[in-house]
Antibody
Framework: QVQLVQSGAEVRKPGASVQVSCKAS????????IHWVRQAPGQGLEWMAW????????SYAQKFKGRVTLTRATSIRTGYLQLNGLRSDDTAVYFC??????????WGQGTVVTVSS | QSALTQPASVSESPGQAIAISCTGT?????????VYWYQHHPGKAPKLIIY???NRPSGVPDRFSGSKSGNTASLTISGLQAEDEADYYC??????????FGGGTKLTVL
């Protein structure tokens, strides 16, 4: 079955960086874009960016341009989200998702990132 | 890109029907038939219930339906059941080759 398995919870100080990984299985990794979505405590879902695992092409929400970088390692079927210059309002659950591909919609289990001094 | 506009909360009695609106612009909802709806129970991953405006994924009851008119999409849930109580989010593809979510609507089944 399709699975997206994310790396574990992270705690960082303000100004630091964090990298979250998302390992895919059960489908052809290069066939579907991987998106990243976050949900801050008490807030709604927020779309951040996507990566095309085949070409490595990316697209970022304006809000995150310059601070977020998506990469992938096709040999190990894994996508990565790096977020720099962390602030307290980056505290959230981060999800990787194969969304926007008709009914092929799969979510990782979420990774809690806590930014605190 | 601003978030799509949804009502913060709606409520209705079991067995009744309810519609949740999602308003965007001609650069997102109005320009593309790529509107998706998600049901989200706290602590779980969101679940896709409508894709490409009107389509239901396998396993989603036909009580859930989607539509669009101009820059506004709507999710209708008929025959409300207690387990439908959740947060609902719309999302849309945009002209910037990005995606955007709505702010979310909390559905309470009275």
């Amino acid at each position: 079955q399709v699975q997206l398995v994310q790396s574990g919870a992270e705690v960082r100080k303000p100004g630091a960086s964090v990298q979250v990984s998302c390992k895919a299985s059960g489908y052809i990794f290069t066939d579907y874009y991987i998106h990243w979505v976050r949900q801050a405590p008490g807030q709604g879902l927020e779309w951040m960016a996507w990566i095309n695992p085949n070409s490595g092409g990316t697209s970022y929400a304006q809000k995150f341009k310059g601070r977020v970088t998506l990469t992938r390692a096709t040999s190990i079927r894994t996508g990565y989200l790096q977020l720099n210059g962390l602030r307290s309002d980056d505290t959230a659950v981060y999800f990787c998702v194969t969304m926007g591909a008709r009914q092929f919609d799969n979510w990782g289990q979420g990774t809690v990132v806590t930014v605190s001094s | 890109q601003s978030a799509l506009t949804q009502p913060a909360s709606v409520s209705e009695s079991p067995g009744q029907a309810i519609a949740i609106s999602c308003t965007g612009t001609s650069s997102d909802i109005g320009g593309y038939n790529y509107v998706y709806w998600y049901q989200h129970h706290p602590g779980k991953a969101p679940k896709l219930i409508i894709y490409e405006v009107t389509n239901r994924p396998s396993g989603v009851p036909d009580r859930f339906s989607g539509s669009k008119s101009g820059n506004t999409a709507s999710l209708t849930i008929s025959g409300l059941q207690a387990e439908d109580e959740a947060d609902y989010y719309c999302s849309s593809y945009t002209s910037s080759d990005t995606w955007v979510f709505g702010g979310g609507t909390k559905l309470t089944v009275l």
